[in-house]
């Protein structure tokens, strides 16, 4: 009973966090349109949690899986590291007693920006971004959650190339 319990408030705190509130147009305008100009972009990814690497994932496969994505649609990737930068997190969570692991994956783009109200001030913020709230089971856990990601990053790049076209 207790088991179930946990899962039905799981998949409604899932549920409410998938499905979420979208965002408003001119923010989505504003976000896209903050890649404009882009030369190429360098990758970051967080450390992953001991659960998600217990199901195999690892920051050098998601480094290579995000890349490979952009380098597939023509998008020059920088192998320093910069302040401009495409940042992945994936925080990955496994339920205690239960085969399932519960994630999020977040992609976002940061870059240097300038303050409006005092424009000698720069600092770093994220000005594209986009997230995946989900739960998955062990043993499909690694390709459920790069496929996650990979359809995050898509995004990201249909974005990109819609404002950089030429």
């Known amino acids: 009973m207790r088991k179930r319990n946990l ?3 799981l998949m409604v705190v899932v549920g409410i966090c998938v499905l979420g509130l979208p965002k408003a147009e001119a923010a989505i305008d504003i976000e896209k349109h903050s890649l404009k100009g882009l030369e190429g972009v360098d990758v970051l990814v967080e450390y992953l949690s001991p659960d998600a690497k217990q199901i195999g994932l690892t920051r050098k496969q998601i480094q290579t899986d995000v890349e490979l ?3 597939r649609n023509n998008i020059n990737v920088s192998s320093e590291f910069s302040p401009c930068h495409l940042y992945v997190r994936m925080s990955v969570m496994k339920v205690k007693g239960m085969p399932i692991f519960v994630y999020c994956v977040e992609v976002g783009f940061e870059q240097t920006v300038m303050l409006v109200r005092d424009p000698e001030k720069r600092c770093i913020a994220t000005t594209w971004s986009t997230m995946a709230l989900g739960c ?7 390709n459920a959650i790069r496929q996650v990601l990979k359809d995050k990053v898509d995004e990201f790049v249909n974005d990109y190339l819609a404002v950089n076209q030429e």
């Not at 998955?136 to 690694?142: A, Q």
């Open 136 to 142: 998955v089971g062990e043993l499909r856990g690694n």
């Open 69 to 71: 994505r952009l380098r």
């Open 7 to 9: 899962t039905i408030w």
